[in-house]
Each structure stands twice: as structure tokens, then as C-alpha cells.
């Protein structure tokens, strides 16, 4: 009779803990059925990158005058610029430009210190290829249209999580011409000058 009754004993606490169990691993499946929807069916749909986004550097060969300083600012001294110097004219004549992707840590150096602001930054982060030698990009693979994902009728743009409109939770189906949360860096900039511009006003009252 005892040994029947901690038969019974055992069996209620073994399915006390397993409801416990099973009740933890609810509570969290619940927890995340309230969370935004992290999930991109990728390639079908891709994210848009935020403004400021260091993606594929675009490169324009007519405004370089061979300067090297984004092979100076370059932690890894990366670009390879080809140049030779004309004696009539008394300046550099750009013969070859190339950047590997697969070894720059698109730190954005060079595009920042480019006195010509031949270089920019692209929205462009898809290039993953096969083999590595393939990302050794030369001035015509530089000087490629930037890419936009808006641009591109095979794909549905989903905007980033963190630039949602107040109170969405999903990228879909938003409507046209919704705002993102807060306020974008040109409107910051613009309210930082006008309150500039009030403080000098109120100085000369």
C-alpha cells in the first residue's frame, strides 16, 4: 500500500513539473506573439537601409585627380590608384582604380576625406559571390549605378524595425507616405538653426 501510494506521489509531482515545464515554454512563445515581426522572406523582400548606410562604395573616374589620400586615410591602405603624370599639363592622369571588397572593413575614411567627393557609399550590401578574387572591384565595377532596394521591381522593400511609424509593428502593407518615428537628421538640423537663428535675434533686442 506505501509503495503504491509513492508510485502515486511520484507520478503527481512528475506531471506537476512537467505542466510547469510546459507552461515556461508557452509563456515564452506567447511573450513573442506581442514583439514586432523580425522575419524577411530574403530575396523576396529586403530591408531599406537607414540614411546613413555603408554599403558598396560608388566611385566617378572624372572627378579623381589621383590625390591618394584615401589610400592615406585607409587603415589598410586598400585603394589601388594607378596614375601617371603629364608634363604638359603638370598633373596626374588616372590610369586604373580598384578596391577589394572582400578585404576593406567599409569604415567610410575615404569617402569622407575624398576632396573631390568622387567616392560615396551605396545602399548596395548584396556581394557575396563564389569566389573572393571576384570582389577585387576595378573603377568599372566601381562606377556602377547605386543601388537602391526601392528600385528594384523584383523585391518588396521593407523598412527597418527601428524606422517604423509610432505604434506599427509590421513592415507590410504600410500606408504611402507614412513617417518614420522621431525625426529625420535634416529636420533636427534645421530646428538646431532656427533656434540658433532666435538666440541671435533675441542678442540684438
Known amino acids: 500500500m506505501l509503495n ?22 508557452l509563456s515564452v512563445t506567447f511573450d513573442h506573439m506581442r514583439r514586432r515581426p523580425v522575419t524577411v522572406q530574403y530575396p523576396y523582400e529586403r530591408l531599406i537601409p537607414s540614411e546613413r548606410f555603408r554599403g558598396r562604395i560608388h566611385f566617378e573616374f572624372d572627378k579623381c ?70 570582389l577585387n572591384y576595378d573603377n568599372v565595377a566601381l562606377g556602377r549605378l547605386p543601388y537602391k532596394v526601392t528600385q528594384d521591381p523584383m523585391v518588396t522593400p521593407l523598412r527597418e524595425l527601428g524606422y517604423l511609424p509610432k505604434g506599427v509593428t509590421d513592415p507590410h502593407d504600410l500606408p504611402e507616405g507614412s513617417r518614420r518615428a522621431g525625426k529625420l537628421p535634416q529636420e533636427i538640423l534645421d530646428e538646431m538653426e532656427a533656434d540658433d537663428a532666435e538666440a541671435k535675434e533675441d542678442a540684438k533686442a
Open 65 to 134: 585627380i589621383s590625390c591618394e589620400v584615401c589610400v592615406r586615410v585607409c587603415p589598410i591602405n586598400l585603394p589601388v590608384v594607378d596614375w601617371e603624370f603629364n608634363r604638359e599639363t603638370k598633373k596626374k592622369n588616372l590610369k586604373h582604380y580598384s578596391i577589394d571588397f572582400g578585404v576593406c572593413i567599409f569604415c567610410g575614411n575615404c569617402v569622407e576625406y575624398c576632396p573631390t567627393n568622387c567616392l560615396s557609399m551605396t545602399e548596395e550590401y548584396d556581394m557575396s559571390t563564389y569566389d573572393r578574387h571576384e
Open 4 to 25: 503504491f501510494l509513492k508510485q502515486v506521489g511520484d507520478y503527481a509531482k512528475e506531471s506537476a513539473q512537467a505542466a510547469k515545464y510546459i507552461g515556461q515554454g
